[in-house]
T-cell receptor, first 115, second 113 residues
Framework: DVKVTQSSRYLVKRTGEKVFLECVQDMDHENMFWYRQDPGLGLRLIYFSYDVKMKEKGDIPEGYSVSREKKERFSLILESASTNQTSMYLC??????????????FGPGTRLTVL | DAKTTQPPSMDCAEGRAANLPCNHSTISGNEYVYWYRQIHSQGPQYIIHGLKNNETNEMASLIITEDRKSSTLILPHATLRDTAVYYCIVRLGKNTNAGKSTFGDGTTLTVKP
């Protein structure tokens, strides 16, 4: 079974703190993604990565950065956390099947609260 | 990327087929239709995907109209455990834009005894 793990299920931080959210996958997948999920807004893509040290912006990258130094690990960084970054954060990984399609496997999510 | 439209909620009786519609009228020729579902407090789970032919796997069937502007996910014998939010997304194949698929609000399916 594919396993995508996230470092914390629940996290509480203060405004202005630097926050690291870690995601690890154990299936040698090339692709990794960070989403945030908010009521009424669905899942929105923050950043994704197709390879080690490679990153691309998603729909809402502002206020976030990412790091992928190893294939299995994709980190989301909030440089200076703000209250509007309170959300559920979901990590996913995927591999390319035939015909260039992929299946995303999601982690359980981290519910971040910024006070 | 094309956007999708789904009804916000649906009910289904246990044991009956659940038919979840999705409209993707602006889909382009090389975009695939994917379905995921999210059970409360878990991450989304892949169900099925297709390009233009109907597809079936152990979880569901996917019917895509000939013009590809809409599709229907069919759960043939819904159980209480199928109660979840179902997302229909469209997504390009392997290129640098493939990551930019948007999950909308989906359809909340409630299976009732």
């Amino acid at each position: 079974d594919v396993k995508v793990t996230q470092s914390s299920r629940y996290l509480v931080k203060r405004t202005g703190e630097k926050v690291f959210l870690e995601c690890v996958q154990d299936m040698d997948h090339e692709n990794m993604f960070w989403y945030r999920q908010d009521p009424g807004l669905g899942l929105r893509l923050i950043y994704f990565s197709y390879d080690v040290k490679m990153k691309e912006k998603g729909d809402i990258p502002e206020g976030y950065s990412v790091s992928r130094e190893k294939k299995e690990r994709f980190s989301l960084i909030l440089e200076s956390a703000s209250t509007n970054q309170t959300s559920m954060y979901l990590c996913a990984s995927s591999f390319w099947r035939g015909l260039g399609t992929d299946t995303q496997y999601f982690g359980p999510g981290t519910r971040l609260t910024v006070l | 990327d094309a956007k999708t439209t789904q009804p916000p909620s649906m009910d289904c009786a246990e044991g009956r087929a659940a038919n979840l519609p999705c409209n993707h009228s602006t889909i382009s020729g090389n975009e695939y239709v994917y379905w995921y579902r999210q059970i409360h407090s878990q991450g989304p789970q892949y169900i099925i995907h297709g390009l233009k032919n109907n597809e079936t796997n152990e979880m569901a069937s996917l019917i895509i109209t000939e013009d590809r502007k809409s599709s229907t996910l069919i759960l043939p014998h819904a159980t209480l455990r199928d109660t979840a939010v179902y997302y229909c997304i469209v997504r390009l194949g392997k290129n640098t834009n493939a990551g930019k698929s948007t999950f909308g609000d989906g359809t909340t399916l409630t299976v009732k005894p």
